[in-house]
């Protein structure tokens, strides 16, 4: 495990430098687009084969099978030939995860970067299946936004899916946003967005992302900090330990509980922060101006740990952790379910990271106290608008649910097995599942309003006929 760790940690610095290179160097008016898939390609690969060795030929036989479909597949079905071959692929190495490592993780584990190359296969399968397979108005106004028009070549394909930028640890990005990059439009087009000439400016600015990556890189080094001293300190696994179960009460239990969960963050900060620092690096990932007038570098961002930390719904704290990834599980799943969007994410999601058993424990799991958390949500919360001192409560009482129920939700998913995650909810007395049931059982169930799934076109007709 040691040694993939610094494996890991060498080839993110490693990139963090050929970033900058890449950016000073081979930037778009220095260098060709070709030029510069070219060489983000070349370094993504030397990359995989270092980390992986011989194993990184699953990410290589994967992408060139997808080519093959990208090009020959018609265009009705690319996304779903697409879809099943991508997750069929990456299951398959899941299962044999479980053979070969036995429930641990080697240096010879590539999941990681196989996870990330599906997410983008099946992003620009479907996107290209927007672009091309139907009709503008027939999509929201975010696929219209992202569609695909054309097939891309083979060495802007391998560009995408390969690049050093992200081809360790991510993030997910786009194909438009991605070929913007390489082309030099990227910041461009986020500029163009705002007025400069009413804000006292005769040209466009020119953002540099130096200031966005040592912030990056401060967080990532106090992440590491936590991660040496906390994580080691504070196993999840101590909160099954017989003793402790013994002589521990059930709330000085759900106390710790949050301890542990809370060390098993920085190790994901780390590895997120550092993977969108290398992006923002290569000057990849601006996404505008804010409302004080700051440049933005957070379109790639994986998370926002205020966010998470204060979160005070369920939702809330999804939506800020693994950010990318639920963008994904958005536009490839939950917008083009015809039923059951959210169950169907939730088990999406859990197919995605592997076939242990305590992902599934804790997606369904997930599935249960979204639904309730939504329930209450829509049936009290407009209680406690009235006052402030009403609100505050509500925010206080919302935020030590919600985090207890995190905990209580992703505490199989470090466990993986069977037998120590049923030995954990019986010694949490299944309370949040139980509770979660008669939440659904009491309370009436609004119907959700779908109107992101909503066509374009429809929207327009809906806001015409209100107004």
């Not at 961002?301 to 369920?314: H, K, M, P, R, V």
């Amino acid at each position: 495990i040691c040694l993939l760790q610094i494996n890991f940690v060498a080839c993110q610095l490693f990139a963090l430098l050929a970033a900058f290179w890449f950016r000073v160097y081979l930037g778009p008016s220095h260098a060709s687009s070709a030029v510069r898939h070219a060489f983000a390609t070349l370094f993504g690969i030397y990359f995989a084969v270092f980390c992986f060795g011989w194993y990184s030929i699953h990410l290589f036989v994967l992408v060139l099978m997808n080519y093959g479909i990208m090009s020959m597949a018609s265009i009705p079905n690319i996304h779903r030939y697409s879809f099943v071959v991508a997750m069929g692929y990456l299951t398959l190495c899941h299962i044999s995860r479980i053979y070969i490592f036995h429930y641990g993780i080697l240096t010879t584990d590539f999941s990681g970067p196989l996870m990330i190359i599906t997410q983008k296969i099946t992003t620009l399968a479907c996107q290209l299946h927007d672009g091309i397979g139907r009709q503008a108005e027939e999509l929201t106004a975010e696929q219209n936004r992202l569609a695909v028009k054309t097939r891309p070549s083979l060495l802007e394909y391998l560009s995408y899916l390969l690049n050093f930028m992200s081809i360790i640890a991510g993030p997910c990005s786009n194909y438009k946003d991605y070929i913007a990059f390489i082309e030099g439009r990227h910041v461009h087009m986020k500029l163009l967005e705002v007025n400069w000439k009413q804000k006292g400016y005769d040209r466009l600015p020119d953002p540099s992302p130096t200031g966005a990556v040592m912030y990056k890189l401060c967080i990532t080094l106090v992440s590491l900090i936590l991660f040496l001293t906390l994580t080691k300190n504070f196993p999840m696994a101590y909160i099954i330990d017989n003793e402790f179960l013994d002589r521990t009460p059930f709330l000085s239990r759900l106390g710790y509980l949050y301890v542990v969960t809370q060390a098993a963050k920085p190790k994901y900060y780390f590895a997120w922060t550092l993977a969108d620092a290398v992006n923002n690096a290569a000057g990849y990932g601006f996404s505008g101006v804010d409302e004080r007038g700051a440049f933005r570098w957070d379109l790639l961002s994986n998370l926002n740990i205020w966010n998470i930390e204060t979160a005070t719904s369920f939702k809330m704290y999804i939506e800020n952790w693994n950010i990318q990834t639920a963008a994904w599980l958005k536009r490839v799943c939950y917008d083009r379910a015809p039923w059951y969007p959210t169950a169907l994410t939730f088990i999406l999601s859990a197919l995605w990271h592997g076939i242990y058993p305590g992902y599934y424990f804790t997606f369904l799991t997930g599935i249960l106290i979204t639904l309730a958390a939504r329930a209450i949500r829509n049936n009290c919360r407009h209680y406690f608008l009235s006052s402030v001192p009403l609100k505050m409560a509500y925010d206080v009482v919302t935020w030590v649910v919600t985090q207890l129920a995190v905990c209580y939700t992703v505490a199989p998913f470090v466990m993986l097995a069977v037998e120590p995650t049923i030995k954990f909810y019986k010694s949490m007395y299944f309370h949040m599942h139980i509770l979660s049931i008669l939440v659904l059982l009491v309370l009436p169930i609004r119907p959700q309003a779908h109107s992101i799934r909503k066509p374009q076109n429809q929207a327009m007709q809906n806001s015409v006929k209100s107004k």
